[in-house]
């Protein structure tokens, strides 16, 4: 048993530790984390180089888009690189650091949903008030914000994680998992720690229920319209993003209230893999399989970074 002073560096023991499934473990680490980074990259992309897609839906897209491989690239390249160097360690700070990011990223991207969902019920329940509510200033100082939150719940939270003392330096995953650090937690400020998950617990779940409102105001108001347009419009941009926050909150309420086990298991690996990688992942493909703007931007960014020769009209012959 030894306490905080005296933790220079913690094991992570969440990967596989037989050759041939640590091979397999980085194979999928590599190829989910390459597919999280061009599906991101490219929406951020055609976002950015698109003008008929500066609009605020959009511009929160892209700032999500940012978050989900912020959030990836904490926790999957470390572990990536303690396989391939055949390790377990990482340094007491670099701890620090991803606790830090990844509520960081977690917290402002709750955030943007919540705002998406207001940009949202603006357009279609007031969508005369939309251009003066939702207008480049709002939306500017509104990301801001959200980022600030973001700076301002991880510092409070991960100060308050960090002043802990520690009875283990052991923990059971492949990175520094919040609920494991409690677990190894035998320090009086274990029950501040509680006090702290849970205040955030409370606010999430809460603006989780103003999301749902607003958009039980949003059916409502599309079921009146007559055309089948808007209804499409509807299906193309808020059911993909109300089912974006609903798989971001089970996957976190099934992490964090969920009990932690006292040895790794391959069911533990895989809830984390989901949580940590499956929503950065997904959430592009959600968000653009029907949405039809977004596809137009792509194909129209792609056939004008194309060489000359791919665009020109196919040469017609006589005969």
């Given amino acids: 048993m030894f306490n905080q002073s005296r933790v220079n560096e913690f094991l992570l023991h969440g990967s596989a530790e037989i050759q041939e499934l640590q091979i397999f473990y980085i194979i999928i680490f590599v190829i989910m984390y390459l ?64 606790v830090s990011f990844l509520v960081f990223f977690t917290v402002s991207h709750f955030i943007i949903l919540g705002v998406m969902a207001y940009d949202r019920y603006v357009a279609i329940c007031n969508p005369l008030l939309y251009e003066t509510v939702m207008n480049k200033n709002a939306c500017l100082w509104i990301a801001t914000s959200a980022w600030i939150g973001g700076v301002i719940y991880s510092t409070m939270y991960t100060g308050t994680t960090f002043r802990v003392e520690f009875c283990s330096n052991v923990i059971n995953q492949f990175f520094c998992e919040i609920p494991q650090l409690l677990r190894i937690s035998c320090s009086d400020s274990y029950f501040t720690e509680i006090w702290v998950i849970t205040f955030g617990g409370s606010l999430l779940y809460i603006y989780f229920i103003l999301i749902a409102f607003s958009y039980v105001q949003i059916f409502r108001a599309v079921l ?44 533990d690996l895989l809830v984390s893999m ?46």
């Fill in 35 to 98: 597919v999280a980074f061009i599906e991101n990259l490219l929406i951020i992309t055609v976002i950015v180089y698109s003008h008929q897609l500066h609009t605020p839906m959009y511009f929160f897209l892209a700032n999500l888009s940012f978050q989900d491989f912020g959030s990836i690239s904490v926790t999957v390249p470390k572990s990536i690189a303690n396989s391939l160097m055949n390790t377990q360690t990482i340094s007491y700070s670099g701890c620090v650091c991803q």
């Fill in 224 to 267: 009146r319209i007559p055309s089948s347009l808007g209804k499409q419009k509807f299906f193309s941009t808020c059911l993909p993003h109300f089912i974006v926050i609903s798989l971001f909150v089970v996957s976190g309420s099934f992490v964090y209230l969920r009990p932690t086990s006292r040895s790794p298991s391959a069911f």
């Fill in 274 to 319: 989901f949580y940590c990688m499956v929503p950065p992942v997904m959430n592009p493909v959600i968000y653009s399989i029907r949405n039809k703007e977004l596809k137009m931007a792509f194909w129209k960014l792609i056939a004008n970074i194309s060489p000359p020769i791919l665009r020109q009209k196919p040469y017609s012959s006589a005969f």
